[in-house]
């Protein structure tokens, strides 16, 4: 078994910045892409960042310039770094990553953690 814990949410003002960090342990042999989503309220959930395990990074078109994913594969951890927060992007974000254990792989999610950013 695989779990994601995620830390760093909170509140913040408009302009602010959070340091989301997620760390994978258990049955872990290696890990594909790892990344960030987001679900606001009454809203699908959307791919904020991701990152392969060789350190390509693709982004939303609403975080770009704003928002940086970075890993540390020997951890297993993944960081996303938020600056110049608006209040559209308060939501719960989820941790997500794509684990190879020895006999198979599977998808696995953290928990999530909120995000607030006031006006």
């Known amino acids: 078994q695989v779990q994601l814990v995620e830390s760093g949410g909170g509140l913040v003002q408009a302009g602010g910045s959070l340091r989301l960090s997620c760390a994978a342990s258990?049955?872990?042999?290696?890990?594909?892409?790892m990344g960030w989503y987001r679900q606001a309220p009454g809203k699908q959930r959307e791919l904020v960042a991701r990152?392969?395990?060789?350190?390509?990074?693709n982004y939303a078109d609403s975080v770009k310039g704003r928002f940086t994913i970075s890993r540390d594969n020997a951890k297993n951890t993944v960081l996303l770094q938020m600056n110049s927060l608006k209040p559209e992007d308060t939501a719960v974000y989820y941790c997500?990553?794509?684990?190879?254990?020895?006999?198979?792989?599977?998808?696995?999610w953290g928990q999530g953690t909120q995000v607030t950013v006031s006006s």
């Open positions: 997500n990553a794509e684990v190879i254990s020895v006999a198979f792989s599977n998808t696995y």
């Open positions: 258990g049955s872990i042999f290696s890990i594909n892409r």
């Open positions: 990152i392969t395990n060789n350190g390509r990074t």
